[in-house]
């Protein structure tokens, strides 16, 4: 008999809630972007997200159990995501949950965002074997995993300033390309050189695993005031095309140096960044290149989404792993999910 669990996941400005069966057979997966609303403020407004979320999620729930073919008698556990995330977007997700699973006595499982955005992965390839190396890029983390078998990790780097698509999003701010700056930024860059410009790439200490492109953005920032003050013209698609080739490097680098180290069977790649085609290319060729497969989830698995907390919730599941009343969310990083560093 199958395991049927419904997902729901509030974490940004995302509103989604999914139903997955046997941690990989999709019945439904719903999806409520707010891009439209937080695009004239240029990015995510907390409040702004945290009410809309107030006025979709039962309604989303709703569409993903008929989409589904079924009923809450149905579910076998709700899993939903604690955190990390903006907290007034997590709690109207997380209540909304408790609320189900009380009223309707079905077991409830918190999970991790990281966590889901690794399980996009196994979503897609239940098969994968262990160990495996996961970057998980996005708008709010730059983090480099290991994990030898299912819930147990240890975290070998991290940013420590911006985010990759944190950057992204504050270089398209300041060219004028608009929010979110990932897409728009690759799309431009389709069209620039990637060796134009002689942007820095920030390795850190010899030995880490960690990421930084503060400096990175920075060094943006300051090319085009210099062009503004000298009259100098300047090429939005070389731009474009030279910052992101400055952060793939970096990226690809370290993943590939820390396999080396690990010795990994396969790597995998996940988060909204995870959906740029130049990073998924770069780091394809570096990894058949020594040797290892690369996974990568469909588009619509890089972003957020409750389809891959829905699958972490398959796991939880099997183990037994589930939340009390007292499950609240929290909004910092880290939240414990790692077993060392």
């Known amino acids: 008999m199958s395991v049927i669990i419904l997902g729901i996941e509030t974490s940004c400005d995302e509103t989604s809630a ?25 990015g995510v407004v907390p409040e702004v997200a945290s009410r809309r979320h107030l006025e979709s999620v039962n309604v989303i729930v709703a569409e993903a159990l008929e989409q589904a073919g079924i009923g809450f008698p149905d579910l076998n556990a709700i899993a939903v995501t604690y955190g990390p995330g903006l907290a007034g977007s997590l709690l109207v997700g997380l209540m909304s949950a408790k609320a189900m699973a009380y009223a309707r006595a079905i077991p409830l499982v918190g999970v991790n965002h990281l966590e889901a955005h690794i399980y996009a992965n196994f979503l897609t390839r239940p098969d994968l074997e262990f160990p495996q190396l996961c970057l998980v890029v996005s708008g709010g983390h730059t983090d480099l995993f290991y994990t030898t078998h299912h819930g147990n990790y240890k975290l070998l780097g991290r940013t420590r300033d911006d985010a990759a698509g944190e950057a992204f999003d504050k270089v398209a701010r300041v060219m004028g390309l608009g929010y979110p700056g990932g897409p728009l930024i690759e799309r431009q860059a389709q069209d620039g050189n990637p060796k134009a410009i002689d942007f820095p790439r920030a390795y850190l200490e010899e030995g880490t695993y960690d990421f930084s492109f503060s400096g990175l953005k920075t060094a943006v920032l300051n090319y085009l005031e210099r062009a503004r003050r000298t009259g100098q013209e300047v090429s939005i698609p070389d731009v474009s095309a030279s910052f992101q080739k400055a952060v793939t490097d970096v990226l690809v680098d370290k993943v590939m140096a820390a396999a080396g180290e690990y010795h990994p069977v396969g790597i995998m790649l996940a988060g909204g960044v995870a959906a740029n085609s130049a990073l998924r290319e770069a780091l ?25 907390v829905a699958c972490v919730g398959y796991y939880k599941y099997l183990r037994g792993e589930f939340a009390g009343p007292e499950l609240n969310a929290v909004a910092a990083k880290g939240l414990g999910l790692f077993v060392k560093r």
């Open 18 to 42: 999914a139903v997955v069966a046997d941690g990989c057979v999709v019945k439904s997966n719903v999806i409520a972007s707010q891009v439209e609303v937080h695009r004239k403020y240029g």
């Open 284 to 308: 394809g060729v570096r990894a058949r290149a020594g040797g290892y497969e690369l996974t990568v989830p469909p588009l619509v698995l890089c972003t957020d989404n409750a389809a891959m």
